[in-house]
C-alpha cells in the first residue's frame, strides 16, 4: 500500500492550496483518513481527519480554513485550505488507517509528506 500527496508548494498569506493523497495497492476498506503537518522544531500534529462516515474533525487553529474531503472511488484524500497564514508553513503528511483484508486489524499508512510554505 503507498500513499502518494501531492499539491504542496509556495502560496502568499491569504492564498490557498489543495493537497491531494491518493491510496495504491492491495487493500479491503480504508476507514479513517486525515492529513497531519510537521513544522521545523515541532511534533507532528492533527489537521484534519476523516472517517468513513465522513465525520470531520479539525484541529482549533484551521477550523473554518481548511477542509477535508474524501473521493472513495479514487482511493483519494484532500484538504483545501483557505486564508492561509505564515504559521501553516510545514511538510504536511496523508495517512490512511485501513484493512488489507476483510479480517484483518486496522493498520495506519502514511504518505511522503508535502511542503506547503506561506509567505508574509
Known amino acids: 500500500v503507498q500513499l502518494q500527496a501531492s499539491g504542496g508548494g509556495l502560496v502568499q498569506a491569504g492564498g490557498s492550496l489543495r493537497l491531494s493523497c491518493a491510496a495504491s495497492?492491495?487493500?479491503?476498506?480504508?476507514?479513517?483518513l486525515g492529513w497531519y503537518r510537521q513544522a521545523p522544531g515541532n511534533q507532528r500534529e492533527m489537521v484534519a481527519v476523516?472517517?468513513?462516515?465522513?465525520?470531520?474533525n479539525y484541529a482549533d487553529s484551521v477550523k473554518g480554513r481548511f477542509t477535508i474531503s474524501r473521493d472513495n472511488a479514487k482511493n483519494t484524500v484532500y484538504l483545501q485550505m483557505n486564508s492561509l497564514k505564515p504559521e501553516d508553513t510545514a511538510v504536511y503528511y496523508c495517512?490512511?488507517?485501513?484493512?488489507?483484508?476483510?479480517?484483518?486489524?486496522?493498520?495506519?499508512?502514511w504518505g511522503q509528506g508535502t511542503l506547503v510554505t506561506v509567505s508574509s
Open positions: 476523516i472517517t468513513s462516515s465522513d465525520t470531520t
Open positions: 495497492g492491495t487493500f479491503f476498506r480504508i476507514n479513517a
Open positions: 495517512n490512511a488507517d485501513l484493512k488489507l483484508q476483510r479480517y484483518s486489524p486496522l493498520r495506519t499508512y
